[in-house]
């Protein structure tokens, strides 16, 4: 199947059909590489209405689920918390090929997939 562009909506209905399921998210960002394994138990979408600057995000799409974090130079380290957030911008893109989705943003790229 061919990698192709996705509403939102689109994007949120592929990804729920994962949940109960170990995913690995890899965060693209400058130089930096940091992969995340998680047992995805549910996606949710936060809004902060109170923002101070652009460096937070108006709407973040959230990953529920235990998981690990590996980052250049650490071993892998458990998530603070159950969630895993990736900002959201009105100019993101999302892409599925069947395999894998990426989710570009201005200030990285990053990939899901089944583990």
């Known amino acids: 199947m061919d990698q192709h562009f996705l509403s939102i909506e689109e994007f949120n209905e592929l990804l729920k059909q994962w949940n109960g399921q170990t ?5 693209f960002e400058l130089d930096d590489i940091d992969e995340t ?3 995805l138990q549910d996606i949710s979408y936060s809004r902060n ?3 101070i600057d652009d460096y937070v995000p108006m709407h973040a799409l959230q990953l529920n689920g235990s ?6 130079a650490t071993n892998p380290q458990s998530l603070p918390t159950s969630l895993y957030e990736i900002p959201l911008e009105d100019n993101s893109l999302y892409e ?7 989710l570009s943003t ?3 790229v990053y990939k899901i997939e089944l583990v």
Do not use: C, P, W, Y
Request: hydrophobic residues 35%.
């Open 96 to 102: 599925f090929d069947s395999s894998h989705f990426l």
């Open 23 to 27: 995913i690995k998210v890899s965060k």
């Open 106 to 108: 201005e200030r990285g």
């Open 67 to 72: 998981g690990a974090v590996q980052t250049d």
């Open 37 to 39: 394994v998680m047992n």
């Open 49 to 51: 209405t109170r923002r």
